[in-house]
Nanobody
């Protein structure tokens, strides 16, 4: 079992920055592929970025170059640095822990990010 707790969401103006954090507990953090997903009202949940235990990353086209995912395995934490935020980035952001090919897949409770002037 893995418990995930997100923090760092809030209200920010267009062009601003936020850093989300996701603290994990309950298992060997480094073996999990960690991801950030988001869900806007009326839309499906979508992948924002993922990072493997070794640090390989991939991003959605809509955020590449603006967002950076990173992890600190010693602190059992994954981060999402979001720069140049746009109103269309407004969503609930969820942290995910996954072992590909296994039933292990866990979600946090989500944190709201609102980009508005």
């Amino acid at each position: 079992q893995v418990q995930l707790v997100e923090s760092g969401g809030g209200l920010v103006q267009p062009g601003g920055s936020l850093r989300l954090s996701c603290a994990a507990s309950g298992s060997i953090f480094s073996i999990y592929v960690m991801g950030w997903y988001r869900q806007a009202p009326g839309k499906q949940r979508e992948l924002v970025a993922r990072i493997t235990g070794g640090g390989s990353t991939n991003y959605a086209d809509s955020v590449r170059g603006r967002f950076t995912i990173s992890r600190n395995n010693a602190k059992n934490t994954v981060y999402l640095q979001m720069n140049s935020l746009k109103p269309e980035d407004t969503a609930v952001y969820y942290c995910n822990a996954d072992i590909p090919g296994s039933p292990a897949n866990y979600w946090g409770q989500g944190t709201q990010v609102t980009v508005s002037s």
